[in-house]
C-alpha cells in the first residue's frame, strides 16, 4: 500500500489535498482553504485528520486551520519564514527540514517569491511535490511579497526534481493560463496539445492537476523563460493580460 491523495475543490478555484498513509492510518491536510469541505472529505473517507502542512499565510491556505484543530486535534506544521501569520502552528520548518507522514518523508524546499516564506513539500521517493501556489499549470503565482529574482530561483529549484516529479497546485488556473501561454509561444506543439487536452478535461468538469514537471517544462511558459530578466518580463505581461 502506499500514500493515496484526496484532491478535493474547495472555495471558488482552489485544491485541497488530504494524504493518507493506510498504514499508519495518519492523514495530512496540504493547507486549509475550506475546514468544511476538508471534514467532509475525512468523513467520506473515514480518515482522521492527524496533520496540516501550509505552504503559505494566505487565507485561502491557512484560513481552515483554526476549526480543523479544534475538531481534529491535528498538529500545524508551518513555513518558518511565516512566523506568526500561520492560525494554530506548532512547528515551523524551512529549507532542508524534513517533515513525516507515519514512514514516509517529505523534504521541505524553500520557495520564495508569492510570499517571501512560501515552502513546498517534496515526497522525493515518490515523486510528488506540493506546489501551493508558486506554480501552476502553465503559470506560476503572482509575486505579491518577494522579487521576480527570487521567484525565478524557487521555479529553478522545483525544475530541478525529476521529470516524473508530480506537482500538485493549489489553484485550477490552468484553462486561464493556457490563453496566456498561447499568447507567449503560440507554435509550441506541446503547448497546442496540452491546450486541447485541458479544454477536453474542464469540459467533463475534471481537474487538469495535477501535471507532471515533463509536460510543465514543455509547456508553461514561466519555467521555459530561461532566465530572470525574461521571467520577470513575462510575468508584468500576465499581470495585465
Ligand atoms: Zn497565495
Not at 491523495?5 to 482552489?14: A, E, G
Not at 484553462?175 to 497546442?192: K, S, Y
Request: hydrophobic share 40%.
Amino acid at each position: 500500500m502506499t500514500l493515496t491523495i484526496k484532491q478535493i475543490p474547495c472555495l471558488s478555484d482552489n485544491y485541497g489535498y488530504l494524504v493518507h498513509d493506510p498504514k499508519s492510518g495518519e492523514t495530512i491536510s496540504i493547507d486549509s482553504p475550506d475546514a468544511n469541505a476538508i471534514l467532509e472529505a475525512l468523513k467520506t473517507e473515514g480518515w482522521a485528520l492527524t496533520q496540516i502542512w501550509n505552504t503559505h499565510h494566505h487565507f485561502d491556505h491557512a484560513g481552515g486551520n483554526a476549526q480543523l484543530v479544534r475538531e481534529t486535534g491535528c498538529a500545524v506544521i508551518a513555513p518558518a519564514g511565516e512566523k506568526g501569520m500561520i492560525p494554530g502552528a506548532d512547528r515551523y520548518v524551512g529549507g532542508g527540514d524534513t517533515v513525516s507522514l507515519g514512514a514516509y518523508m517529505a523534504r521541505v524546499v524553500d520557495t520564495p517569491g508569492h510570499t517571501l516564506g512560501h515552502i513546498c513539500y517534496v515526497f522525493d521517493a515518490q515523486h510528488i511535490v506540493f506546489v501551493g501556489d508558486t506554480v501552476f499549470s502553465m503559470g506560476c503565482g503572482r509575486v505579491f511579497e518577494g522579487t521576480p529574482a527570487q521567484m525565478w530561483d524557487s521555479l529553478t529549484a522545483l525544475m530541478a526534481l525529476p521529470d516524473e516529479t508530480m506537482l500538485y497546485p493549489a489553484h485550477e488556473y490552468t484553462a486561464d493560463n493556457a490563453r496566456f501561454a498561447l499568447t507567449i509561444e503560440p507554435d509550441n506543439a506541446d503547448l497546442l496539445a496540452r491546450v486541447e487536452a485541458v479544454a477536453a478535461l474542464r469540459a467533463a468538469g475534471r481537474p487538469t492537476v495535477p501535471v507532471s514537471l515533463a509536460l510543465e517544462k514543455k509547456t508553461n511558459p514561466f519555467l521555459r523563460a530561461g532566465g530572470a530578466d525574461a521571467f520577470a518580463r513575462i510575468r508584468r505581461q500576465k499581470d495585465t493580460f
